[in-house]
């Protein structure tokens, strides 16, 4: 079993930046991506920003997507030793308001290394206000 602990949302005035954070713990043979997901009141959820696990060395990189809406606003980091995967937000906007949610793409067992699965935060509410 995988877990994913979320932190870092809260309330900031417009223009203002917050960083969120999600570790994930548990069984875990490998991370093929991590990933943050949003959801507005009344709008689908959409993916934010996501970063794959690159090679196999620990200091390779991954490639990283980012919403049209957030480029060059947000930026995707992970930290491969902690299993962790941060979105720094800046110059936020109210439509940057919704429930972030984080998403790993893991492979929780070696002996069956085929097998992978997607895992979900609780989410973490990120409100955008003056």
């Known amino acids: 079993q995988v877990q994913l602990v979320e932190s870092g949302g809260g309330l900031v005035q417009p223009g203002g930046s917050l960083r969120l954070s999600c570790a994930a713990s548990?069984?875990?043979?490998?991370?093929?991506?991590m990933g943050w997901y949003r959801q507005a009141p009344g709008k689908q959820r959409e993916l934010v920003a996501s970063i794959t696990s690159g090679g196999i060395t620990d200091t390779s990189e991954g490639s990283t997507y980012y919403a049209d809406s957030v480029k060059g606003r947000f930026a995707i980091s992970r930290d491969k030793e902690k299993n962790t995967v941060y979105l720094q937000m800046n110059s936020l906007k109210p439509e940057d308001t919704a429930v972030y949610v984080c998403?790993?793409?893991?492979?929780?067992?070696?002996?069956?290394?085929?097998?992978?699965?997607?895992?979900w935060g609780q989410g973490t509410q990120v409100t955008v206000s003056s």
């Open positions: 548990g069984s875990i043979f490998s991370i093929n991506s």
């Open positions: 998403n790993v793409n893991a492979v929780p067992n070696k002996s069956t290394w085929w097998q992978e699965f997607d895992y």
